[in-house]
């Protein structure tokens, strides 16, 4: 796919017609299908992505378990790469398209570069530091002091605000790597907010009641 003036009218981060020109010069638009691995884990990133649309998925493993960290979303890149490509170091999470995506590849080597000489892009970085480290902290905040229960239905009820229906396509292993637990204390959980006429389970899909 060829990157245009349209694409980048589309996401409308940059302001600066030079940087503009030099993202155009420099930049690749790319695209994934679902379940696609953008980054990987314990790799050197090269390049960070942008993404333009769909979303992508950040997540570590640990033990065989994923732990998710945060989803990157229209108009926004991931910190873990952005991290590694300022120290040089490998890529402490992996970054998987949850969807059919569309990313803006930027190479790492014009990161600080254009850092230093464009306004927009400096805010741009800050803003993402600033964002996921809000985000990162209230995820702390939830595992430390909430009960797993009470997380699941958070996660289900956010899921649901962000849809058109009260259905959450998701399988109970797909949700416990969600939230950083086990299948079986998932499966426990949406039994009893079964019981509990909170939730109907159906194949593949959680609905909230």
Aim: glycine share 2%; charged share 30%.
């Amino acid at each position: 796919m060829t990157l245009t003036i349209d694409i980048l009218n589309k996401i409308n981060l940059f302001t600066e017609p030079k940087l503009r020109e030099e993202i155009l010069a420099n930049c690749q638009i790319k695209a994934f299908k679902k379940g696609d691995v953008i980054v990987r884990e314990g790799q050197f990133v090269k390049v960070v992505p942008i993404v333009v649309s769909g979303i992508i998925r950040v997540f570590q493993t640990k033990q065989d378990r994923e732990i998710l960290l945060y989803y990157v979303e229209p108009k926004q890149t991931c910190m873990m790469s952005l991290s590694a490509c300022f120290f040089n170091n490998e890529s402490p999470s992996q970054a998987v398209a949850v969807d059919k995506t569309e990313v803006l590849i930027v190479p790492t080597r014009l990161i600080t570069k254009w850092q230093k000489e464009y306004a927009s892009w400096n805010q741009f970085v800050i803003r993402t530091f600033r964002n996921r480290y809000d985000e990162l902290l209230n995820t702390f905040e939830s595992v430390a002091f909430n009960q797993i229960d009470k997380r699941v239905m958070e996660y289900l009820e956010c899921r649901v605000s962000r849809q058109e229906d009260k259905k959450v396509k998701i399988s109970h292993l797909e949700l416990a790597n969600e939230l950083g637990t086990t299948r079986v204390v998932i499966s426990r959980i949406l039994k009893q907010f079964e019981l509990d006429r909170k939730v109907k389970l159906n194949r593949g899909a959680i609905e909230l009641l």
